[in-house]
Every structure is written in C-alpha cells, then in structure tokens.
C-alpha cells in the first residue's frame, strides 16, 4: 500500500487513516472524488473497505486478479474486495476463528453486486473436494433465484433487495466450500399489493409474463400483455425486458407448482367484489376465482366465503360474520401478502436444504451480512422504520466491535489504551426497542387494545410516553422551526445518521399483518404443496395471538446480532456516487449524506483516536531499511533493534511513534508521507547501485564460464546429432528394406515409406524429362501403384503445353485453325478428299489476277465482301454448265456473271448446303420455294469444295445444316419440280445428263485438288 503514496497527489490515498486533516468531511471526500475519477473504486478506513458504485464494468475482476489477491498480506497491494474476501478466508484457515463480513449501504450502492464477487472470490479460489462441485454452483445460482423472488425496481435501484440476507459459507477444515445456510430479514410484503409511482413489484411477476411460453402461461391462466393488464402491477411505469433464468429448478422439484403460487397473486389482484341489494359483498369476477382455486389447490366456494365474510371463536363458539367492501378488499391483498411472504421463506428453506452436504462436517463459517442500507424518501413508513432500526443496531455493533478490536490490538503491543470519546447510539436503539417504553412496544400495545386504535391514537401514545426524548420529535412537541418540518401525521427521531420523519399512517396494519382464521382454514386445506406446507394445521390449534410483524423482525434481529458478536467481523461499506446510475458521476452532496449516515467520519475518527498507521517490525524495516546505512542492505540482528535504529536515524520525535512488541505504531500521517518521499528519493541512488553491482557480477561470471559453457554445449550438440543420424539413417534402411518387400501390398504402415520413396523419385524423373513441345509423345514409365495418377499427370502436362501453344497463336492464324477445326468437324471422316485439304490453307480468295471481281460489282456490293471463288454453275434446264462467281459477304451469297449480279442469297433463307461423301466438287445450296426471286437450289461446283462449304456454313452459322450425301442428292427445281445428282466412283470427273433426267457425276477416287 505504501508503494502508491508517492502518486497520492493524483489518487489520493488508499487508507484514509493517512489523511493529513482527517477531521475534514470535505478532505475526505475530495480523496473519494480522486480515487473514483480514476477508476479506483475502494478504500481502506483500517480494515473497513469503502466501495463507490463505478455503475460499469471494470477489469477487475477476473480469475488472474484473484491469484494476485489470494495469500497476500491485507495491505500489501491496493484495496479490492478480494482482499478482504481473502484475509477473512485466512483468518477462517489459520486462526480457526468464524468470520462475517457486513455489507452496508443504501439501494443502488453496490451491495448485491458485492456479496456475489466475494462469493464468487470462494467458490473460485478455494481448494476443491470430491463431489462438491454442485454445491458450489448452488451457491452461486440462490443468488438469481432469490433476487427474482426478494428484488424489485425502485426510484433509487433497478435492482434493489427488498429482503435482509444473512449467508453462512461452510468450510470443512482443509478449506473447501462444503455447503451454506441462508437467513432472511423483513420482505417487503407490501409491495405485491402496492408499489410506489415509478416503482415495481417483484421481479418474478415480470419475468413469467416475460419469458413464460404460451403454453405454460395457458395452464397458468395468463397472457404475455402488457403487464399493467394485472391489478397488483397496474402502478408499473415502463415496460420490462427481462429474461427469466429458472434456475431455481435446481433447487426445487415442484417448478410448476410455485409458478401456480406466483401465477395466482396475480389472479387475486386482479378479482373484484360487488355489493348486492342485502348490503352483502360477493365476488364478480368469476373466471379469476376458476383459476384462483385451480391454482391454489382449493375449492372455489369455499375460497370466495372466506374472502368475502369473517369468522370469530368465542367461548368455544363460532361465529360467521359479513365484510363490507373495504374489508373484503383488505382481506384479499392480506391473503395475497400472506402467499407470497411465506412462499418466500418456503423457497429459502428450499435452498438451504439443496446447499446442506451431508458427507462432511462443517470446520467454520464465513458469513455475509447483505441488508438494506439507511433509508430516507419524502415519505417513510413502517418499512422503513424497521430498516432504520436494523441500521442503529448494526453502528451499534459496529463501533462496539471497532473499538473492541483498537483495544485488543494495544494491549497485545503492550502500547496503553486512551479513552475515545464517540456517539454511542444506544440511546436510539433504546427508545426503539426497550421494553415497555420503547416505540415498538408501544406499537404492539396500541395494536393490541380493544377499542377504536388507529395510527393516530398510536401517534398520540407515543406523545404521552417518549414526550420529553431528546431524540424524538413529533408535530405537537416540536419548536415552531421544527414544526414546519414535521408534519401533523409525523413523528421524527434523530438517528446517527441525521433526523427522519416517519408517517404513521398505515402502522396498525403493517404491523399487525392479520389474516382472517377462515382463510388460513381454506389455505390449510390446499392441494397445492407448497401453500399446504406454507400453511400449517398448527396455526389453527394455537389460540394465541401472533407476534407483531416489529416484534418479529425485533426477535430476528437480535437473533443476527448474536450470531455477529460470536464472530470476527469485516466491514464493507458502499457507497452511491450519483442517482442517475451514471458512470463517472460524483454527486457531492449525495455522497457527503452518505458519508455521514455509514458513520465513515464517526469510524475514521476512532481509528485516528490514537494512532494512523501501524506495521509490523519486518514489514517496516523490510521497506524503509534503505534509508539508512546500519540496516542496509541488511539487518542482522533483532527486529525491534533494528527498526529503533531506523528511526532513530530518520529524527523520529518522540510524541511520533510507539514501538510494541512486534508493530511500530506512527501517530501522524506527515510522518509516514516524509519517510516514503525520501525513500522514493533513496530509490534512484539504490537502483544504479544495483545495476552497477549486477553488470560487473554477470560479466565477471560471462567471462569466467562462457569457455567451458560453450565447449560443453558443442560437444553435447554434435553427439546428440551424431547419434540421432545413426539412428534415423538405421531407421530408413529399414523401413526401405521392409517396403521393397511388401512393394506389391495395399499402402500399410510397412510399405509407406518406400511408396513415397518410389512416388517422389518418379515425380522427380517426370520433373527433368517433360515434354517439350506437344508433338513429343515420350512419357516416363510409371510404377504400378502410380499408374493412375502418371495417367492424369501427362493430361495435364500436354494440356498445359496445348494451353501455351494456344496463347502464343497469332490472330489470323487462330482464325485459320478455327475454320480448320470446323472443317474437321463437317469433313472428318465423312468426305474423301478432306484429309488433301488439311495441309493446305484457307485463303481469303481464290479469285487469281484473271479473275477478278467486275468494278460494277464492286461498286453494288461495297467493301463488304469477305470470299470470292470460281465457281461451275450446272442450269435447272438441261444442267449445262456455266461459268460463274460466287462471292460471300457478311449477310448474302452472290452469283456473279462478268459484271451482273445473278443471283443473291440471304443467309436466313438458306436452308441447308449438301455435298457427297466423294472427292467431287459439288455442293447445292438448297433455298427454300416460297420466295418468288428464288427459282429452285442452286447446283454448283468447284475446285475449292471443302474450303468454300466452311466459310460459308461460318458465315451463314448454318454449320449444323451441312448434309453429307452418299449416292445421291435431291435438289428443287422451278414449279416444285425435283432434281437429282447421281454420284458414282471412277477414275476421272465427269458429269453427263441421263436419260431419266438425273445428273450423273462420276468422281474420282483420288484426286490432287481439292
């Protein structure tokens, strides 16, 4: 903790008993104000740990700073709530000695949230034992459960406790979490039936309707609406989003059965009476009282006679008699307090029973106290007059065991004891609780008399009794300042923590928390189990009368205080910083009333009553030993000899510090600051001493031994590597060996080694003898196993070469092998004399310089001709032969004599091109009858067949209409008449007209133009 002194100006300090002026309310806020700017959310006072609600998340808190908390020393490194969750847990360890820690501060301070890093602190860092893992999930998981039963919204918390909590954590005595035992303290009953505006009812009613399915909202009677739907939750002023954990399963086998008890508060808030003509009030809502007796397990005549008439036992007999209309309302929101509040303390004992681990016996305990903090609204009621009341009591405790521990403390060290001068609140505990006199005894008479009592008689009665209290104050009694502060229905006492008026409306029946003897009967009888266990047989025998709700919480009370005083306390006490739940946002004045009513000044001026800072003789001189030549670097002596000698040496004045018998007490902080600033000045001369020290002892050392270090290394290294290239050269032979054998085998573990031998040596050999060129068929041969894959290689190295060839084709020679490859396609086995046309090129004309095209044509048909050829046109009339052009162009075939345009042929009306399977030159264009310019197919011939059909199937796209004939084609003539072209085989061409009028064309069978 004294490391951070030296940044004390920028986060001021971690223990207010080091402030300089700690009388200061305003010093010391202005510590807390530093600290939490800095995210440094606790503080110490002494042993008592001071939390600010960062209302965020920090990093604090993860299982590396729980290892850095655990086992170390409380003060050694700053404040955090693992280390007082740690010291107690040594204190449980070591010294055997139960401990609690009580957590205090108002709604919205933090005090939930810290009572489940603590248990989490445990049920993380404590040695584990077989089979109790689920006991310390158990114990984490009663937290959501009750927070879902016992928490609600409030104006101040969203997730404020309406319950007092008490945990007992069992440790067996090797440490380890074996079980826990929850007591709870004054539920807040009150607020099922009614909820301040802004506020909310119970979490749980929320989370059913929230995250309930339909189905089981169904069988419960409900529906997922607005939440306002419901009578007791009709005051709910915005819409939750929660998201229901059922974890409680684990805690209880009958779910659904408490669903039915959660479920049938709604359905009692939500039933209505009316009054008929004889004055008698019944019940109006008839589907409410279905469900209602459903849910409860009762009979719905039974249950609407008891809400709506009362029954009284006098002298043995028993008389029926009918409520009116505010009665039965009353009645009904008892009953409904009733169910809930003992479903409550079923659901804890519930609990208990699931963290009870029967197979060891509990070594000690360390308990949480989590209970509400000091309460002050515009309005306070009974709630929070016991609230308050539990509050006294615990300061009351509080400074008792605080002084007790400073008392204890000084005597151990042998140092002598001054009397401390503080407010003991006893007095306020007194007239709250002294028998008699005091305000709840009082209650309790006035709820018990016969007569008209009220709260105001009540108010009165406490006039007459505690009339003349200097710490009690009503409206009558009051000053005529005072008076305008307290009003007529109010009565105020001045607690530790400052004056609050309380309104006594509504006393009488907080307190008295009646339910009429006919309702317990029905109830008595349920079928639902849990409501039959939480309404026992027993109350109806009992004839007495029950205890006053203050009374009870009085008796519970005193009951915690007992079980506190047997054990060693630590505090936590926390604080709000603003009321907007904002982070980084310091509210002066909220602060300083807290301040004031945790009784932190009151606690810091205790504990600075004598002495601020106390350590013990090694801790000291361990740190401070620098600072002065006898004890550094080290003493060697007694402790107690050398810390006189250090501060005798640092000019400690007498009236500055005491020495016992193993701690060194300082009276002023001053004091400590100046020793820790000269040490921060020490440290610089210190750290080059060391450096200097250090580099000539590792030099020294380097020179002396890197010799003999490196000589060893090398010598280790090189017959490590000899011997494990014997063995891995061993290893291969074998495994060659053993391969070559099973060679022939399936892959196995015997023969992988040498297939991957024979596989990478292939592909090695593939790898300096590739092919060249595409042309190169040579190829490597494979092994057996790699056959398949040698198969698929070569594909894919002649594809690669074909791909490269490919690429580095000149555009017009790619224009020259696509029209050979569609040549190849139509010709390719089908015609003789294909294969003489392969090795000769395409051209794009076959007209010579005695050919050439007429200018006139020229000029009719542009630059748009593509191919010329010398064709043989055989006439429809005798088929004699004449001399002819034909020329293609992107869109027609043209005929050309000389320098007329015979004939044009658009490429859409060509049907078709057929040439015979011989090596003639004759192709007919076949055009379609219809078009009047056409006067049959054309019969042609030329030197060029092959050549001529490819380009013009090409540019016509009419490649799949090229028709290879075997004897014969047919051909149109003019008036539908038909034509036919005879071939047959010889030894030169010749075509003649027959006498059946066919065109006989006789072909050679080889032939050295194409």
């Known amino acids: 903790?004294?490391?951070?002194?030296?940044?004390?100006?920028?986060?001021?300090?971690?223990?207010?008993?080091?402030?300089?002026?700690?009388?200061?309310?305003?010093?010391?806020?202005?510590?807390?104000?530093?600290?939490?700017?800095?995210?440094?959310?606790?503080?110490?006072?002494?042993?008592?740990?001071?939390?600010?609600?960062?209302?965020?998340?920090?990093?604090?808190?993860?299982?590396?700073?729980?290892?850095?908390?655990?086992?170390?020393?409380?003060?050694?490194?700053?404040?955090?709530?693992?280390?007082?969750?740690?010291?107690?847990?040594?204190?449980?360890?070591?010294?055997?000695?139960?401990?609690?820690?009580?957590?205090?501060?108002?709604?919205?301070?933090?005090?939930?949230?810290?009572?489940?890093?603590?248990?989490?602190?445990?049920?993380?860092?404590?040695?584990?034992?077989?089979?109790?893992?689920?006991?310390?999930?158990?114990?984490?998981?009663?937290?959501?459960?009750?927070?879902?039963?016992?928490?609600?919204?409030?104006?101040?918390?969203?997730?404020?406790?309406?319950?007092?909590?008490?945990?007992?954590?069992?440790?067996?005595?090797?440490?380890?979490?074996?079980?826990?035992?929850?007591?709870?303290?004054?539920?807040?009953?009150?607020?099922?039936?009614?909820?301040?505006?802004?506020?909310?009812?119970?979490?749980?009613?929320?989370?059913?309707?929230?995250?309930?399915?339909?189905?089981?909202?169904?069988?419960?009677?409900?529906?997922?609406?607005?939440?306002?739907?419901?009578?007791?939750?009709?005051?709910?002023?915005?819409?939750?989003?929660?998201?229901?954990?059922?974890?409680?399963?684990?805690?209880?086998?009958?779910?659904?059965?408490?669903?039915?008890?959660?479920?049938?508060?709604?359905?009692?808030?939500?039933?209505?009476?009316?009054?008929?003509?004889?004055?008698?009030?019944?019940?109006?809502?008839?589907?409410?009282?279905?469900?209602?007796?459903?849910?409860?397990?009762?009979?719905?005549?039974?249950?609407?006679?008891?809400?709506?008439?009362?029954?009284l036992v006098a002298k043995g007999e028993e008389m029926i008699s009918p409520l009116n209309l505010d009665q039965v309302l009353s009645a009904r929101d008892a009953l409904a307090k009733a169910i809930y509040g003992r479903t409550f303390t079923w659901l804890v004992q519930k609990i208990n029973q699931s963290l009870v681990?029967?197979?060891?016996?509990?070594?000690?305990?360390?308990?949480?106290?989590?209970?509400y903090g000091f309460e002050v609204f515009q309005q306070n009621s009974f709630e929070q007059f016991c609230i308050n009341y539990c509050n006294e009591k615990l300061q009351q405790l509080f400074i008792e065991l605080t002084l007790k521990s400073e008392q204890e403390e000084y005597e151990a060290e042998g140092i002598g004891w001054e009397t401390v001068e503080y407010f003991n609140n006893k007095i306020i505990c007194d007239l709250v609780e002294e028998k008699f006199r005091g305000i709840i005894a009082i209650l309790d008479e006035?709820?018990?008399?016969?007569?008209?009592?009220?709260?105001?008689?009540?108010?009165?009665?406490?006039?007459?009794?505690?009339?003349?209290?200097?710490?009690?104050?009503?409206?009558?009694?009051?000053?005529?300042?005072?008076?305008?502060?307290?009003?007529?229905?109010?009565?105020?006492?001045?607690?530790?923590?400052?004056?609050?008026?309380?309104?006594?409306?509504?006393?009488?029946?907080?307190?008295?928390?009646?339910?009429?003897?006919?309702?317990k009967e029905v109830m008595c009888q349920s079928g639902n189990q849990i409501v039959k266990q939480c309404f026992h047989p027993d109350e109806l025998i009992d004839q007495r009368r029950p205890e006053t709700a203050a009374t009870q919480f009085k008796l519970s009370l005193a009951g915690l205080m007992d079980i506190l005083i047997l054990k060693e306390p630590s505090y936590m006490r926390c604080i709000k910083p603003n009321n907007g739940k904002q982070p980084g946002q310091f509210e002066e004045v909220l602060i300083r009333h807290q301040v004031k009513y945790l009784g932190l000044m009151e606690n810091l001026r205790v504990r600075r009553a004598g002495f601020a800072y106390r350590r013990s003789f090694e801790a000291f001189l361990q740190r401070y030993k620098p600072l002065c030549p006898d004890t550094w670097p080290n003493w060697r002596g007694q402790l107690l000899d050398g810390v006189s000698t250090l501060v005798k040496h640092l000019n400690y004045k007498p009236e500055e510090y005491r020495l016992g018998r193993t701690k060194i007490f300082i009276r002023f902080p001053k004091t400590l600051f100046l020793t820790e600033d000269?040490?921060?000045?020490?440290?610089?001369?210190?750290?080059?001493?060391?450096?200097?020290?250090?580099?000539?002892?590792?030099?020294?050392?380097?020179?002396?031994?890197?010799?003999?270090?490196?000589?060893?290394?090398?010598?280790?290294?090189?017959?490590?590597?000899?011997?494990?290239?014997?063995?891995?050269?061993?290893?291969?032979?074998r495994m060659f060996i053993k391969g070559f054998i099973l060679r022939n085998e399936p892959r196995c573990p015997g023969n992988e080694y040498f297939l991957d031998h024979v596989r990478f040596s292939y592909l090695m050999t593939i790898k300096r003898n590739l092919p060249k060129s595409v042309l190169d068929k040579a190829w490597p041969r494979p092994p057996p196993s790699l056959t398949e894959a040698s198969a698929y290689l070569h594909h894919l190295c002649i594809r690669n070469l074909v791909n490269d060839y490919c690429r580095k084709v000149q555009p017009e020679w790619r224009n020259q092998l696509e029209q050979k490859v569609v040549a190849s396609d139509m010709f390719k086995g089908q015609k003789d004399n294909y294969p003489q046309s392969v090795p000769r090129?395409?051209?794009?004309?076959?007209?010579?310089?005695?050919?050439?095209?007429?200018?006139?044509?020229?000029q009719t048909l542009g630059s748009d001709n593509k191919y010329g050829v010398a064709v043989t046109k055989y006439d429809r009339h005798g088929y004699r032969a004449r001399p002819r052009q034909l020329l293609l162009t992107a869109s027609t075939a043209v005929l050309v004599q000389e320098s007329k345009v015979k004939q044009r042929i658009d490429y859409t009306s060509l049907l078709g091109v057929s040439v015979s399977c011989h090596s003639d030159g004759f192709f007919v264009l076949h055009l379609p009858p219809a078009t009047s310019k056409q006067k049959g197919d054309l019969v042609l011939q030329c030197d060029h067949v092959i050549e001529t059909v490819t380009k013009l199937a090409i540019m016509a796209e009419k490649i799949h209409n090229i028709n290879i004939s075997q004897d014969s084609i047919k051909f149109a003539l003019a008036r539908g008449k038909e034509g036919v072209i005879d071939f047959t085989p010889g030894a030169e061409l010749r075509v003649i007209k027959t006498k059946?009028?066919?065109?006989?064309v006789m072909a050679p069978r080889i032939s050295s133009s194409v």
């Open 1 to 311: 903790m004294e490391s951070t002194l030296s940044a004390r100006d920028r986060v001021g300090v971690q223990d207010f008993l080091l402030l300089e002026n700690y009388t200061s309310e305003a010093a010391f806020i202005e510590n807390l104000r530093r600290r939490y700017k800095e995210n440094l959310i606790y503080t110490y006072i002494g042993s008592v740990l001071v939390s600010v609600n960062p209302y965020k998340e920090l990093e604090i808190y993860s299982k590396q700073h729980m290892e850095r908390y655990r086992g170390v020393n409380f003060y050694e490194i700053s404040p955090h709530i693992f280390a007082l969750a740690d010291n107690s847990y040594r204190a449980v360890r070591t010294e055997r000695r139960d401990q609690c820690i009580l957590i205090s501060g108002e709604s919205g301070a933090g005090k939930t949230e810290a009572s489940k890093k603590i248990l989490q602190y445990y049920t993380t860092m404590c040695p584990t034992r077989h089979n109790t893992h689920y006991i310390r999930e158990r114990l984490l998981q009663s937290n959501p459960v009750l927070e879902a039963f016992g928490n609600a919204k409030t104006l101040r918390n969203d997730n404020s406790s309406r319950f007092g909590k008490y945990m007992d954590v069992q440790f067996d005595y090797k440490g380890a979490p074996i079980g826990g035992h929850i007591i709870n303290y004054l539920l807040e009953k009150s607020r099922v039936v009614h909820q301040n505006h802004g506020e909310r009812s119970f979490h749980i009613f929320y989370q059913l309707l929230e995250s309930g399915d339909n189905s089981l909202l169904t069988r419960l009677g409900l529906q997922k609406t607005n939440p306002q739907h419901y009578h007791y939750l009709v005051k709910v002023c915005v819409c939750v989003n929660l998201k229901v954990y059922f974890s409680f399963v684990c805690f209880c086998e009958r779910t659904f059965e408490l669903l039915k008890v959660v479920a049938s508060v709604l359905h009692l808030g939500n039933m209505q009476f009316g009054v008929d003509e004889f004055e008698e009030t019944h019940v109006t809502t008839d589907t409410q009282l279905k469900y209602l007796a459903e849910l409860l397990g009762v009979a719905g005549s039974a249950l609407s006679e008891a809400l709506t008439h009362k029954k």
């Open 357 to 371: 681990y029967y197979t060891s016996k509990c070594s000690s305990v360390i308990g949480l106290l989590d209970i």
């Open 446 to 519: 006035e709820c018990l008399r016969p007569g008209d009592a009220s709260d105001i008689t009540f108010l009165e009665k406490l006039e007459d009794t505690l009339g003349g209290h200097a710490h009690f104050v009503t409206h009558k009694l009051a000053n005529g300042k005072t008076r305008k502060a307290v009003g007529r229905e109010e009565f105020r006492l001045l607690h530790y923590a400052g004056e609050v008026n309380y309104n006594v409306t509504g006393f009488l029946d907080k307190n008295n928390d009646l339910l009429y003897r006919n309702l």
């Open 678 to 733: 000269a040490l921060e000045i020490r440290k610089k001369t210190i750290a080059i001493t060391l450096q200097k020290c250090w580099r000539g002892y590792r030099e020294r050392n380097m020179t002396l031994f890197k010799v003999i270090m490196i000589q060893s290394w090398w010598r280790g290294v090189k017959g490590r590597r000899r011997a494990r290239h014997r063995r891995q050269a061993a290893d291969t032979i």
């Open 841 to 858: 090129l395409f051209v794009g004309t076959r007209l010579g310089n005695n050919e050439e095209i007429n200018l006139k044509v020229l």
């Open 996 to 1000: 059946n009028g066919h065109l006989a």
